[in-house]
C-alpha cells in the first residue's frame, strides 16, 4: 500500500514551491556556463589559447596582461576569458545562498529539507573551480588537445548538472516521485541521451585533430585522420537524428503526455540547427563564426536532449497529477492516446 504524502496548508503549498528569483539564479548559472563554452571557443579560434603564457599569472610577473608581451591582442582575448570566471563564480555563490535562505523559509513552514537541492546547487561552484584549474592545466601544458578536450567535456558535465538543479527546483518537492512513461521508452532515452554524450566525445577528438588548435605556434594534435573522425562525428550524428525521429513518433503514437512530444521537437530542431551549422562549417574552410556556433548549437542539443529524460519523471505535488499507468502496455497504433488509464504507480 502506498503511503499519501502529508497534506500541506495553503501557505505550505505556497512556501513549497520554488520562488521565482531563486529559479532565476540557477537559470542563470545555466546560461553563464554555457557562454564560457562559446567565449573559450572564440579564445581557441582566433588563436589566443596562449595569449597568456602561464597561469595563475598572465605573464611572470603580472596578473594582469603587460606592454611588454609579444601576444599583442591575443593577451587581451585569453584574460577577457579568464575575467569571466569570476562571474562565474559570483553566481555559483549566489546559488548556494540562494537556496540556503529558501530551505530557512521552508523548514519555518514546516516543511522537509530538500538537501538534493542545495548538493545539486554546489556543482556550478565545484565545477568552475575544477575548470579554473583544468584551464590552468591547459595553458601549462601548451595547449595539448586531450587536456582541451577534457576542458570542453567538463564544461557538459557542469552544464548538465545546472540543467538537473532547474529541473529539480521546479519541482516543490523531492518525493513522492512517478514515471510518466513505461520502462522501455525510459530505457530508449537513457540510450538517447548516452548517444548524444558520444557524440560530443567524439566531437572534441574532431576538433583535436583539426587545424584550429588555440595557437599558431602549437602544431602538436591527436594522430587520427580528420576526415575520418569527421565522418564517424557525422554518422554517430545521423544515428542520434534517427533516434530522436524514433522517439518523436513514439510520443504522437504511443504517449499521452503532451511535454514529452514538445521536448522531443526541442531536441529534434536543436539538432537540425547544429547538423546544418556542421556541414557549413566543414564546407566553408571552418570559419570561427560557424564554430563557434557549432559550439553553442551542441551545449544546446545536450541541454535538450537531458531535459526530455528528466520531463520523464514528476516530483512532489506534481507527482499525485494523473499520470499513465506504467503496468498499461504502450497504445496500440491507431488507438487513442486518451485510452491509457491515468492511474499512477508511485516509485518508492
Known sequence: MTSQPPTQTTSQLRTSRTPRWVLNVFRANLIAQVGIVVTGGLVRLTGSGLGCPTWPECVDGSLVPTARQEEAYHKFI???????TFVLTALAIAAIVATIAWARKRRRSGLPRRTSLLLLATVPLLGTVA??????????????????????????AVIGGCVVLVDR????????????????????????????????LVGTVVTGSGPNSGDADVAHRFGFDQRFVAWLHADLVLLTVGMTLGMLLLSYLALSERAIRRRTWYLVAALAANGFVGYLQLFTGLPWAAVATHMLLACLVWIAALRLRLGMTRRGTAATVAEIDLTTPLVAVGEPAASVTTTARRDT
Request: charged share 10%.
Open 169 to 200: 527546483a521546479g519541482a516543490d518537492a523531492d518525493s513522492p516521485k512517478d514515471f510518466v512513461v513505461p520502462p522501455l521508452v525510459r530505457w530508449y532515452t537513457n540510450a538517447l541521451v548516452s548517444l548524444t554524450a558520444v557524440v560530443l
Open 78 to 84: 585569453e584574460f577577457g576569458n579568464r575575467l569571466l
Open 131 to 156: 575548470q579554473a584549474v583544468l584551464g590552468g592545466i591547459t595553458v601549462l601544458t601548451g595547449l595539448h588537445p586531450a587536456v582541451v578536450a577534457a576542458h570542453f567535456l567538463l564544461s557538459i
